[in-house]
């Protein structure tokens, strides 16, 4: 787990292996899970070290530290995610720097980021962040009020609906975080034909419990200790 060119490179093998792994456990087709690589607090040139060994997905919690990172590396250096809670004040900025909101979270953001997607004349991909765990510390919509922020942001020009986020409480061992992914996916399957349209994407699992993720139904996994060591 250490970073540097032959530590980001093992790390990358050895999580893509246990993707491919938990993939085939499940079923599943190991394409259809994408590896967002989380590159909060990791220098540029390490970020380019991955690029260059073929991770094409880049997370980041804070619009400013993506900010930062878009300049060294380039907008079309990577899909970029932006896996955080989004602040009013920095969805412009979002809309400029992102292929993909995760953690959408409320009407009000929502309504923001469609205005400011069709001002850019694009559409903003989103997933609904929901708080599964029903922590008070956690970002997210209850399971009760998901069905209403759907309706809301299904009807916005500037979105399109993509699926559900979770942030997994911590747990001692991965196998403890399978309810949770259980759950959101449960949910997803029951807004989809609610909603009557398709919510293909499910982001959850990161390094502790992206196995798991993957055999619940993931099809993007935030991993980034696992890929690039711990954070200061
Ligand atoms: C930091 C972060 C991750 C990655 O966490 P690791 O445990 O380092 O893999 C995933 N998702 C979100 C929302 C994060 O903030």
């Known amino acids: 787990m250490k970073p540097g060119p032959t530590g980001i490179r093992s790390n990358l093998d050895e999580v893509r292996e246990r993707i491919a792994g938990a993939a085939a456990r499940s079923g599943r087709d190991a394409g259809q899970v994408v590896l967002v690589g989380v590159v909060k607090t990791v220098p540029p040139a390490i970020i380019g070290q991955a690029l260059g060994l073929g991770l094409t997905d880049l997370g980041e919690n804070r619009v ?105 409480a911590k747990v001692a061992r991965a196998e403890e975080a399978r309810p949770a992914f259980a759950r959101l996916r449960g949910l997803r399957d029951r807004a989809g034909p609610a909603l009557g349209r398709a919510l293909p994407e499910l982001s959850m699992g990161m390094s502790s419990d992206f196995e798991v993720a993957v055999e619940e139904g993931a099809t993007l996994v935030r991993v980034g200790t696992a890929l690039f060591g711990g954070r200061p």
């Not at 989004?86 to 809309?95: H, M, Y």
């Not at 069709?118 to 997210?140: D, H, I, Q, T």
Request: hydrophobic share 50%; no cysteine; charged share 25%.
């Open 64 to 168: 400013q530290e993506a900010d930062a990172h878009v300049a060294a590396l380039g907008r079309a250096a990577a899909r970029w995610h932006l896996i955080g809670h989004l602040q009013r004040n920095k969805v412009a900025r979002a809309v400029a720097l992102f292929d993909r909101v995760h953690a959408l979270d409320s009407v009000e953001l929502a309504e923001a980021l469609s205005r400011r997607a069709v001002e850019a004349g694009r559409r903003m991909p989103v997933l609904v962040e929901v708080n599964v765990s029903g922590e008070a510390s956690k970002f997210g919509v209850a399971p009760e009020a998901l069905m209403g922020l759907l309706e809301r942001a299904a009807g916005l020009p500037g979105l399109t609906l993509e699926g559900l986020m979770t942030v997994g």
